[in-house]
Nanobody, 124 residues
Framework: QVQLVESGGGLVQAGGSLKLSCAAS????????MGWFRQASGKEREFVSA????????KYADSVKGRFTISRDNAKNTVYLQMSSLKPEDTAVYYC?????????????????WGQGTQVTVSS
């Protein structure tokens, strides 16, 4: 089992920045690829970003490319999502997920463990 706890969400004005963190506990964090997904009210969950176990491979949704940066610190069992130039359409609950594989994936059904989510609200 892997337990995931997100933090860092909040209310920010458009153009601002936030950094989300996801702390993992349980099995060896370094054996897992990690992903961030989001779900806006009334919409389906969507892929945001993902990173391989080593951090050497990253993936981004087109909507966040160039604005968001994913990273991980395996010594701290933590994955991060640095979000900049935020837009109102980035408003959503952001979820961290762990995949029992070395490679990141765009697909939510490839992930085995999920956090509870953290709310990000971007005001215009």
């Amino acid at each position: 089992q892997v337990q995931l706890v997100e933090s860092g969400g909040g209310l920010v004005q458009a153009g601002g920045s936030l950094k989300l963190s996801c702390a993992a506990s349980g099995r060896t964090f370094g054996n897992y690829a990690m992903g961030w997904f989001r779900q806006a009210s009334g919409k389906e969950r969507e892929f945001v970003s993902a990173i391989s176990w080593s951090g050497g491979t990253t993936k981004y949704a087109d909507s966040v490319k160039g604005r968001f940066t994913i990273s991980r610190d395996n010594a701290k069992n933590t994955v991060y999502l640095q979000m900049s130039s935020l837009k109102p359409e980035d408003t959503a609950v952001y979820y961290c997920a762990a995949r029992a594989d070395y490679s990141p994936s765009y697909y939510f059904y490839h992930y085995d463990y999920w956090g509870q989510g953290t709310q990000v609200t971007v005001s215009s």
